[in-house]
């Protein structure tokens, strides 16, 4: 079956430690997009990427970076320099941009302590 | 670019209730387009419609419905017959490249 993984569902990190979240999907899609969500608000984005190679910064890119070297795959790490990762984050691909339906993977809860 | 506006952040209703939940939207675009998504408890977002500027129908899916009034901005959403699955945070979404979310709707569907 087609869709986005992403590993793991939780993880704990120490402050002041990196940590690398997975996204990977398997529908062929261009476009790919990380999400934060904080406990009852919406989605913010992160960062977006509509081509290997290639991405641009979202809403709240601060502290966040990532790579795309491969179309299947957009890992999202979150730096040091994040002051509030603790945080569910989403990660979503579309075929090709904004304007296509966007499939979500099922989350990544970080907790920072 | 388009900004959708959720107001309702929370709706409590007891099952078989119909509900609605209301989406304003504001764009300088002729054309665009707009999309609400399901998130349940397990946290992942799902899709459920997408409608384009053009097309001004609504849109029946069992008992789900959707009314895009392009004279009032709105692209809201009616659940008839609500049941306790449809228990979610739902959100209504504009399309194009910078792709953000409000705050959604809570809706808890009460047995």
């Known amino acids: 079956d087609g869709g986005i993984t992403q590993s793991p569902k939780y993880l704990f990190r120490k402050e002041g430690q990196n940590v690398t979240l997975s996204c990977e999907q398997n529908l062929n899609h261009d476009a790919m997009y990380w999400y934060r969500q904080d406990p009852g608000q919406g989605l913010r984005l992160i960062y977006y990427?509509?081509?290997?190679?290639?991405?641009q910064k979202g809403d709240i890119a601060e502290g966040y970076s990532v790579s795309r070297e491969k179309k299947e795959s957009f890992p999202l790490t979150v730096t040091s320099a994040q002051k509030n990762p603790t945080a569910f984050y989403l990660c979503a691909s579309s075929e090709s941009g904004g304007n296509s339906p966007l499939h979500f993977g099922n989350g990544t809860r970080l907790t920072v302590t | 670019a388009q900004k959708v506006t959720q107001a309702q952040t929370e709706i409590s209703v007891v099952e078989k209730e119909d509900v609605t939940l209301d989406c304003v939207y504001e764009?300088?675009?002729?054309?665009?387009?707009l999309f609400w998504y399901k998130q349940p408890p397990s946290g992942e977002l799902v899709f459920l419609i997408r409608r384009n500027s053009f097309d001004e129908q609504n849109e029946i899916s069992g008992r789900y419905s959707w009314n895009f009034q392009k004279s009032t901005s709105s692209f809201n959403f009616t659940i008839t017959a609500s049941q306790v699955v449809d228990s979610a945070v739902y959100f209504c979404a504009p399309g194009g490249n910078m792709l953000t979310f409000g705050g959604g709707t809570r809706l808890m569907v009460k047995p």
């Open positions: 990427s509509q081509i290997v190679n290639d991405f």
């Open positions: 764009t300088r675009d002729t054309t665009y387009y």
